[in-house]
């Protein structure tokens, strides 16, 4: 295993790609509502297909990027042409798309660090940049985090080139990733601004290559405001829009704030057992190797981030691929100071941890994405067609809404919505249908309600699809058990 190089082994990549592709099927709907209302729906009004009061508030602020919605805008105007309508089959290539790009980053990173790696760990390093656990979700998600991150990831490939030889083609390489990264995700300009410095002090770059990457940058984001006024209607500078917006009047926190030790416990707590072992690596490696770029990378980032009141989870995605490296060389250091006596309890440590990956694996590539309200569209999408159909729901669990602004782009014409206060209140078609197919949605939180039993056997209600499998549901109990309460279960009635 210690000979093991990806480029000889077409059988690996071939594994990754169909993994990352079924993934991409799989985790359809969005991570977040941003994800979806502020690139999808944009893309959607450009073509289009959305009114402007359908919008999110950040649409008529103009704070978002232009970038990423436009290229969704670019994929959608293609698809129109070509008689595609499909809204599941359209997100699924924008998900298809991120994997690809995602495999093709991971694949020049995992590459740049060859020779700074331990031969016998490389093999490690190489699976757990494409299978930690929570990695394929994430990287296959079309959202300004991912595509932020990705772009990061492939600055850092040519950080640790230019360090070897400082080409001009890796240089302008360099500055146009590092701007195409604080284009998707303006928050990465916290990760640039530490690496620029890296660059300078610890690289001893010189003023002639700075100059080329910072000339480059500012290309990036001249380019980044052309798109904002073309895709705005008017002279838009989105990056200082969304300083203003966020930070100056800080309406971010007005979606939740939290302390600023939040993404300490963010980190411990969302990647499971590998959680610990995150922070353990960040800090041998802060003893142990206080000069490398991610380190520097990583410091203003977390800085900025923590005196900010809003927080999210989602924030950290762009610096998740570099989990893998941290790991891998917090293990490097770690192994050097256990006694040879020890060594057979780290195989018994690594086993275990591997089949923990594999349980998340399979959670995270077999279910939807976020709330999974869209793979239960998905379903009635799927197999009822354009059969007229009623969708009967408690209040608040409608699948093709979530927040205030309109989810035009899986909303369907066949499906009528029907909000019930009282499940004692649903009633079956009784005879002849005339409205078509009658399905029933209930959340698994609800499953137990007496009215629920009352209503099955009155109505002769039959089960016809779960958001989660029972097997997922069992997974999912070694991670976080309130996903179990996200499940949504469909019924038909005869």
Known sequence: MAKFKIENSGYFLAIV??????????????????????????????????????????????????????????????????????PYLMAFL??????????????????SQRLLLPENLFPYFIFLSYFLWFLPYINVRFSSESWSGLCFLMSLTLVFKCADQPKLARLLLLGVALGLSILFRFQSALLVSGVLIWLMVVGRFSYRNMLLIFGCILMVLLLGIGVDSWFYGSASFTLYNYFEANILQDIASSFGTEPWYQYLIYTFKAPGIFGFFIILSLLILILKNPGHVCLWALFPFLLVHALIPHKELRFLFPLANLVPLFLILGYQYLRALFPKKYT????????????????????????????????????????????????????????????????????????????LQDLDKFK?????????????????????????????????????????????????????????????ILYESE
């Open 17 to 86: 790609v169909v993994i990352y592709v079924i993934v991409a099927w799989n985790s359809s709907g969005y991570h977040h509502w941003d994800e979806h209302f502020q690139i999808i729906e944009f893309a959607g009004f450009k073509a289009g297909k959305v009114q402007a009061s359908e919008l999110a508030w950040e649409y008529k602020a103009q704070i978002r990027s232009a970038l990423q919605p436009s290229l969704c805008f670019l994929l959608f105007k293609g698809m129109y042409a070509i008689g595609i309508e499909s």
């Open 94 to 111: 924008l998900r298809l798309i991120s994997a690809g790009l995602a495999i093709w980053v991971i694949n020049r990173f995992v590459e």
């Open 344 to 419: 057979l309890v780290l195989p018994v440590g690594l086993a275990i941890i591997f089949c923990y990956n594999l349980c998340g694996l399979i959670v995270t590539s077999s279910r939807g994405a976020g709330l999974a309200k869209v793979a239960l569209t998905t379903y009635i999408y799927q197999h009822y067609g354009k059969q007229q159909v009623q969708l009967m729901y408690p209040e608040g669990a409608n699948p093709y809404q979530d927040i205030s602004p309109q989810n035009t782009f899986y909303r369907h014409a066949s499906v009528s919505l029907i909000a």
């Open 428 to 488: 079956g078609p009784g005879g002849k249908n005339e409205q078509g197919k009658v399905l029933l949605l209930i959340p698994a939180k609800s499953i137990d309600d007496p009215a629920l039993g009352r209503l099955l056997e009155r109505e002769h209600l039959h089960f016809r699809y779960q958001t989660l499998t029972p097997f997922v549901q069992q997974l999912i109990r070694f991670y976080d058990t309130t996903l179990n309460d996200t499940n949504l």
